[in-house]
């Protein structure tokens, strides 16, 4: 495929941004405009043991980089793997990072940076109240982010969510500055990624995008974005899934997962607020399990976000015979979850049972991304849903 026809561009929102096929050749001129040396790379163990990876890490060393890799991290990052990563990052006199994966590798790096000269454990840094100001900006190290997967948006985000082993709970970890000061978005670098991957990325991007909007409050430049993002996403996640060496497909699908995790400043909601507890107690990828939720908690909150459903349906053009706005966004979400081949209930994935799902309610209610859901829910509402979730009910 001719790559030089894909989209390419470079932007400074929400922060430094170059997109565009074979861009990642661009790495080491930007690791040495930060003044960098030594330059500790962040990556996952599956990222780690690609071809392409390895030419990554030429460039650098043929940039006169003194580079160690650090790839110790679970899919649902833990307090002990950025330890380890704070331990390789101190160890090697380290004087930048370089994030290299999907969300896992993201979110643990950005904690190394953030924890890297500042005081206290992980969770010392929770979003909750005013922890932040724990931390002195000046001693945050800065980062370079390469997505390699288009769902997170991990690589724009100021926060991680990292596996709290009192509670098995996801927690959220935030300061503005643990957003990467640069990101170098290689669509080249997705084609490898497996179909069933590439579906449930896209659902998580999908879902930030979707919830961002539904969250209330006045936010038109969130609203804005989140609507793009859901529109390129209408308009190429199939075509991804379907042709993962799709260049232009792969381009829009790393710009709506970034729109994705820049609009969702306003706010998530009850989608996320379920996704993390069942994520930390039995590992369900992210976004395979917002996926399941997404039509269950469209239900719930259908009087407050109908006619944003009915603004999104006209937006993507969805078919007028699928009836108002609401019932249309939700035939076309039911239809994709159902062409990527995604699952309808929580039924029948490893280790969840309606017991545990009444047991983590209060870790969904105690969840931040509950503040931004346009309807309240009480710890009964909670269950419900839950529930609803592992018997596919609609109703």
């Given at each position: 495929?001719?790559?030089?026809a ?10 430094a941004?170059?997109?565009?096929c ?15 040396r ?10 780690a043991?690609l ?21 110790d991290?679970d ?23 370089v ?34 100001k ?15 997967t288009a ?19 996801k ?5 503005a500055?643990m957003q ?52 390129l996403i ?8 379907r ?16 729109m ?9 909601g ?14 369900l ?19 407050q976000i109908?006619?944003k ?7 993507l053009?969805?078919p007028?015979?699928?009836g ?20 309808h ?17 209060p870790?969904a209610?105690?969840?931040p ?11 009964a ?8 979730a ?6």
């Amino acid at each position: 495929m001719n790559t030089l026809a894909t989209p390419r561009g470079n932007s400074n929102y929400p922060t430094a941004y170059r997109i565009g096929c074979g861009r990642i050749s661009e790495l080491p001129e930007a690791c040495a405009g930060f003044g960098w040396r030594r330059p500790l790379v962040v990556t996952d163990p599956g990222v780690a043991k690609l071809p392409w990876f390895s030419a990554v890490l030429n460039s650098l060393r043929a940039a006169a980089m003194e580079i160690a890799v650090w790839s110790d991290v679970d899919p649902n990052p833990t307090e002990a793997n950025v330890e380890s990563g704070l331990a390789a990052f101190r160890g090697g006199n380290h004087d930048g990072i370089v994030l290299v994966g999907g969300g896992s590798a993201m979110d643990a790096g950005k904690c190394i940076a953030l924890l890297a000269k500042n005081p206290g454990t992980v969770f010392d840094y929770e979003d909750v109240g005013d922890n932040w100001k724990r931390a002195d900006p000046a001693k945050i190290v800065p980062s370079i982010a390469v997505p390699t997967t288009a769902g997170t948006g991990s690589e724009v985000g100021r926060a991680s969510v990292i596996v709290d082993p009192r509670d098995h709970g996801k927690k959220i970890i935030f300061h503005a500055k643990m957003q990467p000061a640069l990101v170098i978005a290689d669509p080249e670098l997705t084609f490898g990624l497996p179909p069933w991957l590439t579906a449930a990325t896209g659902m998580d991007a999908l879902a930030h995008c979707f919830e961002a909007l539904c969250a209330p409050g006045y936010h038109p430049f969130a609203d804005g974005v989140a609507l793009e993002g859901l529109r390129l996403i209408h308009d190429n996640l199939l075509l991804a899934f379907r042709h993962g060496h799709d260049g232009t497909a792969r381009t829009h699908m790393l710009a709506a997962s970034a729109m994705g995790a820049t609009a969702f400043q306003k706010g998530l909601g009850l989608v996320h607020a379920l996704s993390h507890p069942l994520g930390g107690a039995t590992g369900l990828h992210h976004g395979t399990a917002n996926a399941i939720f997404l039509p269950y908690v469209m239900v719930f909150n259908r009087e407050q976000i109908s006619q944003k459903m009915a603004r999104l349906a006209r937006l993507l053009d969805l078919p007028r015979g699928d009836g108002d706005g609401f019932d249309a966004v939700m035939r076309w979400m039911l239809r994709l979850r159902e062409e990527l081949g995604l699952p309808h209930t929580l039924q029948g994935q490893a280790g969840i049972t309606p017991e545990l799902l009444r047991q983590l309610v209060p870790q969904a209610a105690a969840d931040p991304s509950m503040g931004g859901n346009p309807r309240p829910a009480s710890h009964a509402e909670l269950e419900m849903v839950f529930l609803k979730a592992y018997h596919g009910d609609l109703g």
